[in-house]
């Protein structure tokens, strides 16, 4: 037996979900939905404003955010996201089956599919570029090239561990079948990365693109990633002025779907948020990301659209029970009553009332709710400062000194302010019977560094998802290393239940069975508490009041073909 | 005058060692790494072991060093761990907008600041003498990045006048030659890309140019005073020389001796001024690159360009020097 995904069954799920989240959505417009309201208003250019650089426009070799922006709209992957949800749906493939026992996947194919140098798509060109990521060598199989790759395949062909990856066959022209020698539920949720976009087998070859050359310190990024970046998208690349930091793209006149509505778009780097802020209140840019929750209200005010993502991330209270080497923690996190005297003693409901912008939610999983396998039954550790000041007693740990650490000089989606955060949580945890100690450290690379070292007693962290699977969450945090033990953040614990629930629901190939063992993790995990969730929060981009048709995307995987420019 | 040259530049090569040194010990010292930076908060130990592996980052010190050194000699300071490009490539396209900003800059605080501090010094004494002396106390004390802030709002964000972010409107599509865009668009006769260029170097120019602008108003004003009471001066009004003349020849000349070795100086540390002011107006210059490398512990990127712009830096005042020569033949160099 296999499991068919049609497109239909997919399509009418998320339009239901469509549905819902416009309902939610505060913004008032009046069109009905996308292309019919466009039409006689394509055309024009939009300038986005972009807080980094791009590194280059081969995504196989990309992870950042900025990258990813621009690689989305000139590249497709055989799965994407349906616009404003986290549900997986078809792409360049039209529909797949998985084989029973999780191991075979079969991608029927699109057809009529071109990539912009004119190159057929087809299941050849989908087992090469599988086939070019497996087989990178040397500088290719850099972490800070091919991190995707790494991350969900596991290994190169030519590495001791070679992966998960068994091969690509192209049994017709539009049926490509990839076999798997491992199940993990990273597979098909992952496929939907731009890291995993197919691109023209022509122009990879043509201008070099696997050859990363370079010294010893650092990678030459090659032709094709710099100048050549062929995809299938309804955006074809133009032009980097590398000096003035804007990239082109304009429309792919030929593209399978419904066409992009702008004639181009430029993205413009501004790496200052007030800059960005303020070039959007001249009418230089039409748009950016990251925008500070402060400004919301101003730039509405000002008739700007502040769109606001569904939140995909989690923020939480690290705790480190002190086993690992070098490191001094207090040991008195050790014992559970402890850690959840911490859970107690926090205030979440006002963290997220006073602290976050709206439409933030108090977490109780490590994960969204957002994503599957999200447990409405874990334990839940309700705000109670006398408990909290009683299990302390009990324990025999009143008054235990910890080192709270947070950063300075960052704003994360999940953490917009760090020191008013640490502020509210310190006082909280004061009033509990704990003694704080504070050390405040800038967040890259320093503070990254000290608390996933151990070097903290407790900790602010968080994540934003890479892609619907929970594993890319709590597996991220919680899974046992070579040593049989979790990360130095989390203080190297050892807990086999937990270890042993998140391999099994990572290796389910039913994906009823894996929510359910996701769930049952979920479960494990808050009883254990080895850090204690806070906060999910929504991240929000802003365009200026004539530009519609942008979606805000949970996993900030924001489609610009839709967007047009009213008059 | 010729020896005089070689023998300056010949100081250069300690002066570089040194600063060589302490930089690459600095950059080490931080805590963190590239590794790190590259790799995000999520990084496992394993995948940063093996970014330090692959770049040879986990080799002792004095290997890092003597491989850098070795390389630094034939100008090749290595790539870019965020740009993946050879960094003396990334310069050469980033330290045109710097010299054309500082540039700008450097009219805008001499074509002001002179004219000010002279009529200052005439008229010394006057509400106007007071005025610019308060005035340029005020510009020395306003932060860099403050003033630019300012300037965007008022002139970009509220009345629209002049673009405040970025070296040209990213509609223009011009042609580029240099990469000093005022220049390319005078070359290639695209006259509207050449405007609008200026139009981009305003503003910062402005925010830029204001310190060295004080510091020579109050230079200028103290020379000049200075110089009209000078016995010469006295003099050449005594014999009878028209009162322009006394004032082209004998005042003006020798008052601008102390002002053209600030304005050297000035030149220098405008360089270092650029990268508060490359950030806050998003002016792709060198400054705005080193800002990013710091982020990045791009080590390449920062040992590269440091050094690159020490050398500038001593080459301008090396430039300084001689042109003393010229406007005042008592310390012309044998």
């Known amino acids: 037996m296999t499991r ?50 791009p590194a280059m426009f081969d995504p196989a070799f990309a992870s950042d955010g900025e990258t990813f922006r621009v690689a989305r709209q000139i590249h497709e992957g055989l799965l994407t996201n349906e616009p404003g949800t986290t549900e997986l749906v078809p792409a360049l493939a039209e529909d797949w089956e998985v084989s029973e026992d999780g191991l075979e996947y079969t991608f029927n194919l699109r057809e009529d599919v071109q990539f912009h140098d004119g190159t057929a798509f087809d299941a050849e060109a989908v087992c090469f570029n599988f086939d070019r990521w497996h087989n990178f060598t040397g500088l290719a199989q850099s972490p800070s090239a091919s991190y995707y790759y790494q991350a969900v395949f596991g290994g190169f062909a030519d590495s001791d561990n070679p992966g998960i990856y068994e091969g690509c066959e192209a049994t017709d022209e539009n049926t490509a079948v990839i076999t798997f020698n491992q199940v993990t539920s990273k597979i098909p949720a992952a496929l939907s990365l731009p890291a995993f976009s197919i691109q023209s087998p022509t122009a990879l070859q043509e201008y070099d693109a696997d050859n990363l050359s370079g010294s010893e310190d650092a990678i030459t990024y090659t032709e094709y990633a710099l100048e050549h970046p062929t995809g299938t998208g309804p955006f074809k690349f133009d032009s980097w002025d590398r000096g003035n930091g804007e990239v082109t793209i304009v429309r792919n006149e030929d593209y399978w779907g419904e066409p992009a509505l702008l004639d181009e778009i430029i993205f413009r780097t501004i790496p200052d948020g007030n800059t960005r802020r303020q070039e959007l209140q001249a009418g230089t840019i039409d748009g950016y990301d990251f925008v500070s929750p402060a400004d919301y209200d101003t730039l509405e005010g000002e008739g700007a659209q502040v769109l606001v993502r569904d939140p995909f991330n989690i923020l939480y209270l690290g705790i480190n029970g002190g086993n690992v080497p070098g490191t001094s923690a207090n040991p008195a996190l050790q014992d559970i009553r402890v850690r959840q005297a911490l859970a107690h003693a926090i205030d979440r409901e006002t963290i997220v009332n006073s ?78 019977g704990f003694t704080i100690e504070p050390t405040a450290l800038q967040w890259n690379p320093d503070y990254l560094q000290a608390v996933q070292s151990g070097q903290a007693d407790i900790h602010l962290l968080g ?19 070579q040593n049989n033990q979790a990360s130095a953040e989390f203080g190297a614990f050892s807990a086999p239940e937990i270890f042993e629930a998140l391999a099994e629901a990572d290796a389910a190939p ?9 769930q049952e993790a979920n479960r494990l995990i808050k009883e254990f508490l080895p850090a204690v969730p806070i906060s999910h929060s929504p991240p929000a981009l802003v365009v200026a009041e004539n530009v519609q048709g942008l979606e805000p995307s949970p996993l900030t995987a924001e489609d610009f073909s839709s967007v047009y420019l009213e008059d | 005058m010729l020896r005089f040259i070689v023998q300056r530049l010949l ?35 394993e995948a940063i072991a093996q970014y330090n592996e692959l770049f040879g980052l986990d080799e002792p010190l004095y290997v890092q060093y003597l491989r850098f050194l070795g390389r630094a000699v034939t100008l090749d300071f290595g790539n870019s761990t965020q740009y993946g490009r050879p960094v003396t490539e990334v310069f050469l396209e980033r330290f045109p907008g710097t010299i054309e900003l500082t540039l700008f800059a450097m009219i805008f605080a001499i074509g002001v600041g002179i004219p000010l501090g002279y009529f200052a010094a005439r008229r010394h004494g006057s509400v106007f003498d007071s005025a610019s002396v308060v005035g340029s106390l005020l510009g020395v004390a ?74 020579i108003v109050r230079i200028t004003r103290a020379s000049v005073l200075d ?108």
Request: overall charge negative; charged content about 20%; aromatic content about 10%.
């Open chain 2, 227 to 334: 110089v009209v009471n000078e016995d010469y001066v006295r003099t050449a009004n005594a014999k009878g020389l028209a009162m322009a003349t006394v004032r082209r020849r004998h005042i003006v000349r020798n008052a601008l001796l102390p002002v053209s070795t600030t304005i050297g100086l000035q030149t220098g540390l405008l360089l270092s001024g650029a990268v508060l002011t490359e950030t806050v107006f998003a002016f792709g210059g060198v400054g705005l690159a080193l800002r990013d490398a710091i982020t990045y512990r791009d080590f390449a990127v920062l040992q590269g360009f440091i050094l690159l712009l020490a050398v500038v830096y001593v080459l301008v005042n090396l430039l300084v020097d001689i042109s003393y020569g010229l406007l005042d033949p008592r310390v012309r160099v044998r």
């Open chain 1, 463 to 481: 994540w934003t998802g890479d892609y619907n699977d929970a594993y890319n969450f709590i597996g991220t945090f919680f899974a046992e290393d």
């Open chain 2, 142 to 215: 306003i932060p860099v990045f403050f003033l630019a802030y300012l300037l965007r709002l008022l002139f970009a964000v509220e009345l629209g006048w002049l673009p405040g972010s970025g070296r040209q409107d990213v509609r223009i599509d011009a042609t580029r030659i240099t990469n000093f865009y005022v220049l390319d668009g005078l070359l290639t006769r695209e006259w509207d890309a050449a405007f609008d260029a200026f139009l981009h170097l305003i503003l910062p120019a402005i925010a830029l140019g204001t310190i060295p602008l004080a510091i």
């Open chain 1, 4 to 53: 068919r995904h049609t497109r239909a069954v997919a399509a009418s799920a998320s339009a239901l979900i469509a549905v819902t989240l416009s309902a939610c959505a505060s913004s008032d417009r009046d069109d009905s939905g996308g292309g019919d309201a466009a039409e006689g208003q394509s055309g024009g250019t939009l300038v986005f404003g972009a807080a980094g650089d």
């Open chain 2, 11 to 45: 100081q250069l090569i300690p002066i570089l060692l040194g600063l060589f040194v302490l930089l690459f010990a600095w950059l080490r010292a931080l805590p963190g790494g590239p590794a790190q930076a590259a790799l995000g908060e999520r990084a496992t130990p």
């Open chain 1, 355 to 432: 602290l976050l912008p709206e439409g933030a939610e108090v977490a109780t999983n490590f994960m969204p709710p957002t994503v599957d396998g999200w447990a409405d039954d874990v334990q839940t550790y309700e705000y109670d400062p006398e408990r909290a000041r009683q299990l302390l007693e009990e324990a025999g740990a009143l008054g235990t000194t910890l080192r709270f650490y947070y950063p300075t000089d960052v704003s994360r989606p999940y953490l917009p302010d760090p020191a008013a955060m640490y502020q509210v949580i310190s006082e909280d945890l004061q009033e509990a």
């Open chain 1, 510 to 518: 039913d994906p009823a069975d894996r929510t359910e063992l996701y």
